[in-house]
């Protein structure tokens, strides 16, 4: 591996016959569709083709208030939904971020060499304390520092890739930095990653404002469309989501809300979007809807009977019991190495 490496270790990433990821979900809120097709359904799609770490980032949750068992519960319901949407615990490694401890041992040494005026550059941290509308007192410094966390999550597995949506890019440019840096200083211990962005259905927006990005923290009523919801639920939610006073289906940057409802349709439905605009071609807006609606409903539903079985049984521990086992291992060779580089006595 690196100079400052201990005799005989060696790469995490040089062993890989595939190039590995990691990325995260916080189990905060609700559950809703952006989050399966912004982010988990690439997963699924993707996991034969790298070597693939994902959990459920608990610590990045409680940057705000949780209510604790409502957090708990959250968490169960998001793992449960890891694997009933398809990741197979076989090609992907699915665990809990707080069941293992390097993670915030490792956001710990990091914060020793991550400079403040970094993370003061974070756009993120400033929209959010802003919608949180508190003053400095009230705003806990886990929600300033929590990119460094996220690098350490990074880091421990050594992934190339970061798939994220493309708000999540800076704070993947951060861990591009804080890896160089670490680096540089003491020698190769991380691989430094590259953010992956998907280019269609990356960013699912509301269903009401669709200039926003689809929010389970959102309190506008239809805003999104809760992975637990039932039919009535969703179909309500679809018809009557914002459109325009246009009447051709297809797809238009400058019209943001039947642009949004037609990508949802592409990446549930895998068509073309030249496809989809052909199906619907001298429809209205009414025959379109409905039909997300079905597609929607339809796509969702063996996902929530595998979803309901999991959390009625002790598969779901078992399953996360087994990754997290795997992922520490990994986890702690990788915090070895670092705390070896850093000069700390093993």
């Known amino acids: 591996m690196a100079t400052a490496t201990a005799p005989g270790a060696t790469s995490g990433e ?20 952006g989050n399966y097709l912004g982010a988990i359904k690439r997963w699924v799609d993707g996991q034969d083709r790298y070597d693939n770490f994902f959990c459920i980032v608990d610590l990045h949750a409680i940057t705000v208030y949780q209510q604790p068992a409502a957090l708990r519960q959250n968490t169960r319901e998001l793992a449960a939904f890891y694997f009933a949407a398809g990741l197979d615990p076989q090609k992907s490694t699915v665990f809990v971020q707080s069941h293992i401890p390097a993670h915030a041992e490792l956001g710990w040494l990091l914060n020793c060499v991550t400079p ?3 993370l003061e550059r974070m756009t993120q941290f400033k929209d ?3 919608r949180l509308g508190v003053d400095d007192e009230r705003i806990s410094t886990g929600l300033f520092d929590y990119p460094v966390l996220m690098a350490a999550d990074i880091f ?18 951060l ?21 992956m962005i998907g280019e269609t259905g990356a960013r699912i927006m509301g269903l009401q404002d669709p200039t926003a990005k689809m929010s389970k923290s959102e309190d506008v009523p239809g805003q999104a469309i809760g992975i637990y919801d039932d039919p009535d639920t969703i179909r309500r939610s679809v018809m009557r989501a ?26 549930l439905s895998g068509e073309a979007p030249e496809a989809i605009e052909a199906r619907f071609e001298g429809k209205g807006y009414g025959d379109f809807k409905r039909a997300l609606a079905d597609l929607t409903i339809e796509s969702l ?21 087994a990754g997290a086992a795997r992922a520490g291992a990994v986890a702690g060779e990788t915090l070895r190495h670092a705390k070896y580089a850093l000069g700390l006595l093993s």
């Not at 421990?156 to 440019?173: K, N, T």
Request: hydrophobic share 35%; aromatic share 8%; glycine share 6%.
């Open 301 to 321: 539903a063996p996902i929530q009977k595998r979803c309901r079985e999991l959390l009625d049984s002790g598969e779901l521990d078992d399953l996360l019991k």
């Open 128 to 130: 959010k304390s802003q």
């Open 242 to 267: 914002t459109t325009d006073s246009l009447r051709e289906i297809r797809f238009d940057p400058a019209r943001p809300g039947i642009s949004n409802l037609l990508t949802i349709y592409q990446v």
């Open 156 to 173: 421990l597995y050594q992934a190339r890739y970061v798939p994220v949506g493309d708000d999540q890019r800076q704070h993947v440019e």
């Open 116 to 118: 403040m005026g970094w």
């Open 175 to 195: 861990a591009r930095d804080i890896a160089e840096r670490f680096n540089r200083i003491y020698g190769e211990t991380f691989v430094v990653p590259e953010a």
């Open 14 to 33: 040089s062993q890989q016959a595939r190039p590995r990821v990691l990325s995260g979900v916080k189990p905060s809120g609700n559950l809703h569709l």
